[in-house]
């Protein structure tokens, strides 16, 4: 039988703060949405997510909920 590990409690914080974000760094979006950071650099450059550069930093402003349902849609609507 197999035990499932609960999350931590830094984990549980760490994923309310996510959902809860402005902005998020490459390396947090790409976890957020199971993509490799390499993807998520086409993406932007592609312009399909929105991002900022603040001094050395790259962040993004679109949610990764806002951007999974987008797809989402675009699917939907491609499949009618």
Known sequence: MQTQLKPTERQRRARQSLA????WK???WAFETS???S????LISEQKIKSVKLGGARLILTS?????????EQQSQDAA
Do not use: R, T
């Open 20 to 23: 809860s974000k402005a902005a």
């Open 64 to 72: 990764p909920a806002a951007f999974l349902s987008s797809l989402a």
């Open 39 to 42: 993807f998520v650099h086409e």
């Open 26 to 28: 490459v390396n947090e």
């Open 35 to 37: 993509l490799s950071k």
